[in-house]
């Protein structure tokens, strides 16, 4: 029996939209600008015309918000790999890309300027999803 994607995700997704910087690791291909079709704190949905393939590793910048995390908004910079290229309606694109983080780093606070994380807490390793 085949499981819908829906029924294997852990976290909510919001449909909500936010900027991206997105970098295929460790190529010197230009990044691409783009926005969140939907996200969570596991993982992204966007919009392209240049999909990466399935597999790919990404590195993804992104302003991840209060809406989703619960937490003040911060920028986070994540890993993770493409699970599905789709296509979609946007504006943006016509295939959707569905990428899973497997790693983040968050790097700075975005709410307050006055309340900068401290350099040691940019510095920070990797935050990985347990397995």
Not at 84 to 106: A, T
């Amino acid at each position: 029996m085949k499981v819908a994607a829906s029924d294997r995700r852990i976290t909510l997704r919001h449909n909500f939209k936010t900027a991206l910087r997105i970098r295929l690791w460790k190529s010197s291909t230009p990044e691409q600008r783009g926005e969140s079709v939907n996200l969570s704190e596991r993982g992204i949905l966007y919009a392209t015309d240049s999909p990466p393939h399935i597999g790919a590793i990404l590195e993804v910048l992104l302003k991840m918000p209060e809406e989703v995390t619960g937490e003040r908004t911060t920028e986070w910079l994540c890993s993770g790999h493409v699970v599905r290229v789709e296509p979609i309606n946007s504006p943006r694109g016509r295939l959707g890309v569905g990428v899973q983080f497997d790693c983040y780093q968050i790097t700075r606070n975005l709410d307050q300027e006055t309340d900068p994380l401290p350099a040691a807490s940019a510095s920070c390793g990797w935050r990985v999803w347990p397995g």
